[in-house]
């Protein structure tokens, strides 16, 4: 964020960036944003118009992560520019921004898991594939990772809706989820959550390498494939990590190097929040060769488009001079 809040939530002492580097800084995140947003919005826009990839489960779960992606990204950058603009935002406000951002967090380990397992039966158990990995078992699984999620982050809400005054939720905060779910039940039982989720998405795309891995050692090429990309979301499985350590890492930093707080937080900030969504689209987007075939129809705008465009209503105005001499 723009500021440094050192020391206990009621009296914080305040590090604030210059103006130049404030701009700077949002300039950099905002155009990082944008840019990844173009292309997840271009990925989104190639899966709906195709059936050959939303009738695919491997894609949907795919495009699900990229959505996610979107919304986590267009939170993080909001949330990121208004720091620096007004500060503080109001309670309600900011409870409908953190929850988004709660849920969207929460649901790329699970996703990564799916799409784990999907690879994992389609290399070890292809001929149960297409009855195990259909259309509408994927969208149920989507469901129930939306709904798993809510069952452990709207206790949070719950409790502060039920401990803080109506005149609380008309106030302003500085918008950061330490600040708002505060309760040290909420803190413990959010790091337990953490650890589980970890704990078993990592178990999961260990497990399912394990099997690809020995699968690809006697057959074909797609189980080497597979295994790359399993071991793609263990990548991304780390990037998960970082983000759910990103408090802890917030609360050591100024101790590690007390003279560039503010630019120490930014770095985290960038690492933590803006990569991530940065490789999933070039991962899945640009290493999949079907999906970057149609991708590069709507990503890149060639110019024998722009000329047969241009070039379309040329013949009727011939026919209309061709007419009009015949009269």
Not at 3 to 13: D, F, H, R
Not at 130 to 149: D, E, M, R
Not at 200 to 215: A, D, E, P, Q, R
């Amino acid at each position: 964020m723009n500021v440094s809040l050192v020391g206990n939530i009621t009296q914080p002492k305040i590090l604030r960036d210059s103006f130049g580097t404030a701009v700077a800084k949002n300039v950099i995140v905002v155009s990082l944003c944008i840019s990844i947003n173009y292309i997840n919005g271009t990925l989104i826009h190639t899966f709906i118009k195709h059936e050959i990839f939303n009738g695919n489960p491997r894609y949907i779960l795919f495009i699900h992560m990229v959505f996610n992606d979107m919304i986590q990204l267009m939170i993080s950058v909001l949330l990121h520019v208004l720091s620096y603009i007004v500060f503080t935002i109001n309670v309600s406000f900011c409870c409908v921004l953190l929850m988004s951002a709660i849920f969207t967090t929460l649901n790329t380990p699970l996703n990564l898991a799916a799409m784990a397992i999907e690879r994992y039966i389609a290399i070890c158990n292809p001929l149960r594939h297409a009855q195990i990995c259909t259309v509408p078992k994927t969208y149920i699984l989507i469901g129930l990772i939306w709904s798993l999620n809510a069952i452990q982050a709207l206790p949070d809400l719950f409790v502060l809706l039920g401990t803080q005054p109506r005149s609380f939720f008309y106030s302003n905060i500085f918008c950061y989820r330490d600040y708002l779910f505060n309760n040290p039940y909420m803190i413990e039982k959010r790091k337990f959550v953490y650890i589980i989720y970890l704990a078993f998405v990592g178990l999961t795309i260990v497990y399912t390498y394990i099997k690809i891995m020995f699968v690809a050692k006697a057959t074909s090429l797609d189980a080497g494939k597979a295994r790359s990309t399993i071991i793609l979301h263990g990548i991304q499985l780390l990037m998960c990590l970082l983000t759910f350590v990103g408090p802890f890492l917030d609360n050591l930093l100024p101790g590690m190097f007390p003279m560039h707080i503010l630019e120490m937080r930014f770095f985290n900030y960038l690492v933590i929040q803006i990569m991530p969504r940065f490789v999933s689209p070039i991962v899945y987007g640009l290493r999949d060769q079907t999906f970057c075939k149609y991708l590069k129809r709507y990503l890149l705008c060639t110019m024998f488009e722009v000329r047969s465009t241009i070039k379309t209503p040329q013949p009727k105005r011939n026919l209309a001079k061709v007419s009009d001499k015949s009269i």
